[in-house]
């Protein structure tokens, strides 16, 4: 088996009803199964019986086609799209609390500005910066701060939309499920 | 027409066309059982809700109609559990209806509550908890349209007491159900079905390999078309069984842990499988690493999670097994080849495997009763009655697999995937709920029958003349095997000699019990047993340490087989040794 820090990263976006006991459901399929979850965010769509979960999952093909194959078992799960290999734009925003003497401000400061972030708060020791961005930006700002002392982080986990005009909420909704099935067929 | 919870969900239980209920009430459901009294709805009211939820899986494995059974919250709701996960294993269509705590206190540790959803999540396929009256129509609607539909399985309602004595508008039963997260598959792929066809038919050594998918789909004479039109040697998994009749020429009898060796070395020298609705459990595929390596594999099966979960597969076909069946077979037919004479050197091989590995036991004249032998005894007297047969866990559960060799679907009901001690008689008990008429037979180990006997008075009660045969080794034999063959015969608490004499009990819970001893009481007490009316426990003395071959150790390679008895090989002995 290969090492699961070398599996990719996989963003998964679910539809799902927006009722009492769904989200224990997801969770209880992740925990029995074992799968490898980095992040999970979830709220409301513009239908409102609706919520959606972007979920970032690491595994190898065969985990992943596991994964999207469970998820869909669940009854309460409307649909399940893997939109690594799909065009798509995918966001995560962060708050950074780090230390801030009078020395390195004007640094932080630079960083924050060339990462287009902004100051949210501010102590007489400390700053906390919102940045957002793809992960990739996340982690070398971090990198950037660590030498000032960061303090906290506090992630969202990541966000993705696939890019133009398709939607996948409600109203082609049963195209994508025969396209998603066609090729749980093929493969 | 404003009506009570409890009368919504009577008169949704009568529009499902549920006649027969299984369970026992208690506080949280008490409403819904003083309702019950003004319907008329068979309740049969087991003695502990695990018999209730197995009697359930037994109704519906046999007649196919989706079972119900009903009990209270707390105590009530976890003493179904086993039988739930069993029944999620096994792919068996049930809904079962939990009363619950009034919702102001749910949550509150409030008397008999438990977190009935929160413990069913993992072993249903899908649990409901009602939060308004006017929702029970759709839920109950949902329910057993979820338990019957695609891979069958048990479904739970949760039903806190305030909800069923709550009062709402009853609109009517709804007609249709429209679930967007659920749209079950039915029909194959035409692309992957023709592929399917072009290997069955360059094939060299195919063998098909039929799954409980069949019995579930009721696909078994589509199955047997498919071996009629192909001429290819046929074998069935436990939960397969009656899925092809055991007389056809090209049974090679069950495959498995225990099942016959040419069966199994089919499977290792095949170029090509065709698995039909099974779900390639640990007991078939022995060392995955070892298992098909040399063949192609066409999986069929309604559950896409079930295809390549454990075996690479080259053409996976998601669907209802019957309409894939109707598909392929239809693709079949234009292929022209002379299936038999291209096959013929493979017959030979198969042929030669069943000469030299077949079956076998010895029974001597006048001596100690072979468990074999006595279910081999006992198909030859019941075979034209063409009965149903259910099974306890062990080896008398495989024996019976072997040597009960039923011809029909729905006349084998066993625990397969869980493999759950207690099971058999439960499950016969519920078999002859929906047919009264039919005879029923339940297969017993003395240790399995142990764990639910006290609803023989259920029995007693109801009429239901279910005839149980108990394989009497007075060991927990299977363990006892394991114990002998890997563990260097240490036994370690499996002797039972220590038990009920079960030819009282039966007659202390107003049934009728019989007793045999010798190989030569075995024919007639069969036969005093069949035609003794009212359920009938019959305790067959057994030789104590029989053991069940062939065998292939947990976790050995398929072609690491154990025919009869030979030496065990030293790696796989486990323990002190
Ligand atoms: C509920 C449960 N507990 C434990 C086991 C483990 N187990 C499997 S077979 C077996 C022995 C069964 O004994 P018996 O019913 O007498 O059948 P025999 O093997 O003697 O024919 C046991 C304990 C099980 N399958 N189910
Ligand atoms: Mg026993």
């Not at chain 2, 029944?87 to 619950?100: K, R």
């Not at chain 2, 069984?241 to 290792?268: E, F, I, K, Q, R």
């Not at chain 2, 077979?329 to 069943?354: C, M, P, V």
Request: net charge negative; hydrophobic share 40%.
């Amino acid at each position: 088996m290969t090492d699961p820090k070398h599996y990719r990263k996989h963003t998964l976006s679910l539809l799902v009803e927006n009722h009492q006991g769904v989200l224990a459901k997801i969770a209880s399929l992740i925990a029995a199964k074992g799968y490898n979850i980095d992040s999970l965010s979830v709220a409301e769509t513009l239908d409102e019986s609706i919520s959606r979960m972007t979920m970032s999952v690491r595994g190898d093909e065969w985990v992943m086609e596991q994964v999207v194959k469970q998820f869909h078992r669940i009854i309460d799960v409307i649909k399940v799209v893997d939109l690594t290999d799909e065009p798509h734009v995918n966001r995560e925003m962060i708050f950074i609390r780090v230390n801030a003497e009078p020395a390195n401000r004007a640094e932080i400061l630079r960083i924050t500005e060339i990462f287009r972030g902004r100051i949210v708060d501010v102590t007489p020791m400390t700053y906390t910066l919102e940045i957002t961005g793809e992960s990739g930006k996340i982690e070398a700002v971090l990198e950037l701060l660590q030498p000032f002392g960061v303090q906290e982080i506090v992630r969202s986990g990541t966000l993705a939309i696939a890019r133009g005009s398709k939607t996948i909420t409600k109203r082609d909704e049963t195209k994508l499920r025969l396209a998603s099935r066609k090729q749980a067929v093929a493969e | 027409m404003r009506l009570t919870g409890s009368e919504i969900f009577m008169k949704s239980l009568q529009a499902e066309g549920v006649h027969t209920v299984f369970g026992h009430p208690g506080g949280a459901i008490l409403h819904g059982y003083d309702v019950m009294l003004d319907f008329p709805l068979r309740h049969i009211l087991c003695r502990h809700e695990q018999v209730a939820i197995h009697a359930v899986e037994g109704y519906y494995k046999a007649s196919g109609k989706t079972g119900t059974a009903i009990v209270t919250s707390g105590p009530g709701a976890t003493n179904t559990v086993t039988g739930l996960t069993d029944a999620l294993m096994d792919s068996m269509a049930i809904v079962v209806f939990t009363g619950q705590v009034p919702t102001a206190v749910m949550g509150c540790d409030a008397f008999q509550e438990a977190d009935v959803v929160g413990t069913t999540r993992t072993c249903t396929k899908h649990n409901f908890l009602a939060l308004k009256t006017e929702d029970l129509p759709r839920i109950v609607k949902e329910a057993y349209y979820i338990a019957r539909s695609g891979r069958p399985g048990p479904v739970l309602v949760d039903l806190p007491k305030d909800i069923i004595m709550g009062r709402a508008e009853f609109k009517g039963y709804p007609e249709e159900v429209s679930i967007r997260g659920y749209n079950p598959s039915v029909n194959g792929h035409p692309g992957q079905i023709r592929k399917a066809a072009e290997l069955i038919a360059s094939a060299q050594r195919p063998v098909i390999y039929g799954g409980g998918g069949i019995i579930h789909a009721d696909a078994s004479a589509e199955f047997t078309e498919l071996v009629n039109i192909t001429q290819i040697p046929t074998t069935l998994t436990l939960m397969g069984l009656g899925g092809l009749d055991t007389s056809h020429p090209l049974w090679l009898g069950m495959l498995g842990m225990h099942g016959t060796y040419a069966a199994n070395m089919c499977m290792v020298n095949t170029d090509l499988m065709i698995a039909i609705g099974p779900r390639f459990d640990d007991r078939v595929t022995g060392k995955l690493s070892e298992f098909g390596k040399n063949a192609k594999i066409i999986h069929v099966d309604i559950d896409p999670t079930s295809i390549r979960k454990n075996v690479h597969v080259d053409v996976p076909i998601v669907g209802d097994v019957k309409r894939v069946l109707i598909q392929l077979n239809a693709e079949l037919r234009k292929i022209k080849r002379d299936w038999r004479s291209d096959l013929e050197e493979w017959y030979g091989q198969i042929a030669e495997w069943q000469r030299a590995h077949p079956l076998r036991y010895h029974q001597t004249a006048e001596g100690a009763i072979k468990p074999q032998y006595a279910i081999e005894e006992l198909f030859r007297v019941t075979e034209e009655h063409d009965p149903i047969v259910s099974t306890g866990v062990g080896q008398h559960q495989m024996w019976a697999a072997q040597y009960y060799r039923s011809h029909n679907p729905r006349r084998w009901i066993t625990s397969g995937g869980l493999g759950t001690m207690g099971f058999g008689f439960p499950a016969a008990l519920g078999a002859q709920a929906a047919f009264p008429d039919k005879l029923v037979i339940d297969i017993d180990g003395d240790g399995s029958f142990q764990m639910t006997m006290q609803d023989l008075i259920t029995c007693a009660q109801y009429d239901l003349p279910v005839k149980i045969f108990i394989m009497n080794n007075r060991y927990l034999g299977m363990v006892r095997q394991w114990q002998e063959l890997f563990y260097g015969r240490r036994y370690s608490q499996v002797d039972l000699e220590v038990q009920p004499d079960f030819v009282k009990l039966a007659e202390a819970c107003g049934c009728v019990g019989l007793r045999a001893e010798r190989s030569g009481d075995v024919k007639p007490i069969i036969e005093k047993a069949i035609s003794t009316p009212g359920p009938v426990v019959v305790d067959v003395v057994c030789e104590r340490e029989e053991n069940c071959f062939p065998m292939i150790p947990a976790g050995s390679a398929i072609k690491d087989i154990i025919d009869h008895g030979e030496p065990i090989p030293e790696k796989l002995f486990q323990g002190w040794r």
